[in-house]
């Protein structure tokens, strides 16, 4: 059973700049979510997406956007970046929103530095 | 809103010692409970859950009561191991919400 993985683990951009994260999810999972983890906090909701479709969003602006594929693979894109979008982005699938039990399994993150 | 604040940490012990990581937390509506690890270089991973009034979570000796009349999902171990080294989450996820919501995170650094 292949886990989560996303790709890059750590880039670094220069503010203004645009940036696509991407995550594979745990086989046979068809939800994936999103959280920023800024230094010394908590994850912190994004936005969530069940088969292909947008279906939660945190306390984010519109320049954080996503997509999610057939596959259940996912992406986040991330516009104009500031400085304060310096974080450890973390990607979480789980089984099904149906059956949903809170359960998420997370990748190991991608780690981006704004300069 | 929703909210979590655990213990701040961090926290150093001697292997052997007795834990306990406080949580505690505010929603609206019965919400579920959770705690995550996060092993280093690792991702979060599930620790235990619990979801409803006086539900007990329980993993690799880990243990967590879902508390509704103190608000609060404390973690304790009794005997800790070095390998139990790492930063802990408390979550919680309201009634209908389909988002998480965590604490800062607790650093666990056990020494031989």
């Known amino acids: 059973e292949t886990g989560v993985t996303q790709s890059p683990t750590h880039l670094i951009k220069t503010r203004g700049q645009q940036v696509t994260l991407r995550c594979s999810s745990q086989?046979?999972?068809?939800?994936v979510s999103w959280y920023q983890q800024a230094l010394g906090q908590g994850p912190q909701f994004i936005f969530q997406y069940y088969r292909e479709e947008e279906n939660g969003r945190g306390n984010f602006p519109p320049r954080f956007s996503g997509l999610q594929f057939p596959n259940y693979s996912s992406e986040l894109n991330v516009n104009a970046l500031e400085l304060d979008d310096s974080a450890l982005y973390l990607c979480?699938?789980?089984?099904?929103?149906?059956?949903?039990?809170?359960?998420?399994?997370f990748g190991e993150g991608s780690r981006l530095t704004v300069l | 809103g929703d909210s979590v604040t655990q213990m701040e940490g961090p926290v150093t012990l001697s292997e052997e010692a007795f834990l306990t990581i406080n949580c505690t937390y505010t929603?609206?509506?019965?919400?579920?409970l959770f705690w995550y690890v996060q092993y280093p270089g690792e991702g979060l991973q599930l620790l235990l859950k619990a979801t409803k009034a006086d539900d007990k979570g329980s993993n690799k000796g880990f243990e967590a009561t879902y508390r509704k009349e103190t608000t609060s999902f404390h973690l304790e171990k009794g005997s800790v191991q070095v390998s139990d080294s790492a930063v802990y989450f408390c979550a919680l996820r309201g009634g209908s919400n389909y988002k998480l919501t965590f604490g800062k995170g607790t650093l666990l650094t056990v020494n031989p």
């Open positions: 086989s046979g999972h068809n939800t």
């Open positions: 929603a609206t509506g019965y919400p579920s």
């Open positions: 979480a699938s789980s089984l099904d929103l149906r059956v949903d039990t809170g359960e998420l399994f």
